[in-house]
């Protein structure tokens, strides 16, 4: 019996994170699927962090019927969400058609620059990577500053759309550098630059 005693406490031990209590009124999205693809239920939530949204990820355990904790990915969503937060800045989840989990930010609340964000995360090497970014955006002064992107993270290519005032919309391709990126590190940073929003 010592055995599986000594394995539990050394799982808390190297994931100390995964054993922290959360307040269930900080939950502000969740949505389950099957986001590892071995036929068992999973569960994704977001839960308000002291700065952004913490990223807490479950994953069912085969033929046993419960849920286990498998990574917290902190501070890494952007957004507010509550009684005393704007509208216009929830970040929320979902799954999508082909079974993926997305990640959804936006601010349609303050200032003329106004955006909606869409992460799509994989699970890849018992961690949850981003695949894809949709990015679109607008300006409430400058109407012909709008557009949207797409770019599929895992190969680097992708498209950026322009709308200007008048005219047909102009679409050209565009690229960054592949990469596997972990969610827990990722950076946003090149896939805007290569949409380029102005």
């Given at each position: 019996?010592?055995?599986?005693?000594?394995?539990?406490?050394?799982?808390?031990?190297?994931?100390?994170?995964?054993?922290?209590?959360?307040?269930?009124?900080?939950?502000?999205?969740?949505?389950?699927?099957?986001f590892n693809?071995?036929?068992?239920?999973?569960?994704?939530?977001?839960?308000?962090?002291?700065?952004?949204?913490?990223?807490?990820?479950?994953l069912?355990?085969?033929?046993?019927?419960?849920?286990?904790?498998?990574?917290?990915?902190?501070?890494?969503?952007?957004?507010?969400?509550?009684?005393?937060?704007?509208v216009?800045?929830?970040?929320?989840?979902?799954?999508?058609?082909?079974?993926?989990?997305?990640?959804?930010?936006?601010?349609?609340?303050?200032?003329?620059?106004?955006?909606?964000?869409?992460?799509?995360?994989?699970?890849?090497?018992?961690?949850?990577?981003?695949?894809?970014?949709?990015?679109?955006?607008?300006?409430?002064?400058?109407?012909?500053?709008a557009?949207?992107?797409?770019?599929?993270?895992?190969?680097g290519?992708?498209?950026?759309?322009?709308?200007p005032?008048?005219?047909?919309?102009?679409?050209?391709?565009?690229?960054?550098?592949?990469?596997?990126?972990?969610?827990?590190?990722?950076?946003?940073?090149?896939?805007?630059?290569?949409?380029?929003?102005?």
């Open positions: 019996m010592r055995l599986p005693v000594f394995i539990a406490l050394s799982l808390f031990a190297v994931h100390p994170a995964l054993a922290d209590p959360i307040d269930t009124s900080s939950i502000v999205s969740a949505v389950a699927g099957d693809k071995d036929g068992e239920p999973d569960l994704a939530f977001l839960v308000r962090g002291e700065e952004a949204m913490d990223l807490h990820f479950l069912g355990v085969e033929g046993r019927g419960y849920l286990e904790p498998t990574e917290v990915v902190k501070g890494q969503v952007w957004g507010q969400a509550g009684p005393d937060s704007l216009g800045q929830e970040p929320f989840l979902e799954k999508l058609p082909n079974g993926s989990l997305a990640v959804n930010t936006r601010n349609d609340a303050v200032g003329r620059s106004r955006w909606n964000q869409k992460l799509t995360l994989a699970y890849r090497n018992k961690a949850l990577v981003v695949a894809g970014f949709s990015y679109s955006w607008r300006d409430t002064i400058d109407l012909a500053n557009g949207q992107c797409d770019i599929n993270i895992l190969t290519k992708g498209f950026r759309e322009t709308f005032e008048d005219g047909d919309p102009v679409r050209s391709s565009i690229s960054i550098e592949a990469e596997q990126s972990p969610f827990a590190t990722w950076s946003d940073a090149a896939a805007i630059a290569a949409c380029n929003p102005g």
